[in-house]
């Protein structure tokens, strides 16, 4: 499942990111999909639009819930990205909760992990069939998981985005995906804010959350157009996104069959998709 909200308060982003982490149902913290070893290598960002500072981390495997400790990484260090043992260092340092690494990895991550090794993939979090459960794991790519992502606006205009991953299954170790990559995954300025989904490799060679700013500031697109435009440009079935931009303007736009997704503004207002068309965010 693939839930990336647009949530109205900018400094509520990272928590919302937090509650998915903790659900084993996302890709992401707990239910993070398998490195080849069979570990979790978690990833997350954030960052905020109006002072552009952030903060990412990869390779990491005790740390509950990772967004926080990027958004530490954005406040306590002279630095950006923390990887591997020097973040998993950091995170003792602060204080954040950790877990053993077996916390992580669920029996359905496992399944998954046996299914894309019997096929010889890399392969985003979907499970062909799972061993009891066939009924709910359809043999299609519906039933992914999904990588977590949450754009945010305040009444102030404040921008920010936060992604958290547990990347790709049967990914080598060692991997980093687009998640905590600035600019691929996960970014923000003063115009918008995007979190992206999909497959790593492709969204980090077509720079794409930085893209969807750059075409909104260069070629004085709407959010909704920037967006359409940049996921079009990127192989069909590789990427999702979500996005919101400084006049409050939704965008939640996929070339891959589903993506889940949720939009909520202040007022009450709020919608839910997951198809092509159901809702593509007119919060
Ligand atoms: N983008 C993530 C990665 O490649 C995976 C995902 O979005 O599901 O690490």
């Not at 239910?31 to 978690?42: I, K």
Request: aromatic share 4%.
């Amino acid at each position: 499942m693939r839930l990336r909200p647009a949530c109205p308060r900018a400094r509520l982003h990272a928590l919302q990111v937090r509650e998915m982490e903790n659900c084993p149902h996302f890709n992401a913290g707990r239910g993070s999909v398998l490195t080849t070893d069979g570990t979790v290598e978690m990833e997350a960002c954030v960052m905020d639009g109006n002072t552009m500072r952030c903060g990412a981390v990869s390779g990491i495997s005790t740390v509950v819930n990772p967004v926080s400790l990027a958004r530490l990484v954005m406040e306590k260090t002279p630095h950006i990205y923390l990887a591997f043992d020097g973040a998993e260092a950091f995170a003792r340092e602060q204080g954040v909760e950790t877990m053993d690494p077996s916390h992580f990895v669920t029996e359905e991550n496992k399944e998954r992990l046996r299914q894309a090794k019997e096929a010889n993939r890399v392969q985003i979090d979907y499970t062909q069939q799972i061993k009891g459960q066939e009924t709910q794991a359809p043999k299609d790519d519906n039933s992914r998981i999904g990588t977590v992502g949450c754009v945010a606006i305040d009444a102030a205009g404040n921008l920010a985005t936060a992604t958290s991953t547990g990347g790709l299954v049967n990914k080598m170790v060692g991997r980093i995906g687009d998640t905590p990559v600035i600019g691929a995954g996960t970014y923000a300025n003063s115009l918008c804010a995007v979190s992206a989904t999909g497959k790593g490799e492709a969204i980090i060679r077509h720079t794409v959350a930085r893209d969807v700013a750059a075409v909104m500031e260069h070629g004085g697109l709407s959010l909704q157009e920037a967006a359409a435009r940049v996921v079009a440009g990127v192989p069909p079935g590789n990427v999702g996104l979500v996005a919101v931009s400084a006049a409050g303007e939704v965008s939640m736009v996929h070339n891959t069959t589903g993506m889940f997704r949720a939009c909520a503004a202040e007022g009450g207002h709020s919608e839910v998709g997951i198809w092509h068309d159901d809702a593509n965010g007119h919060c």
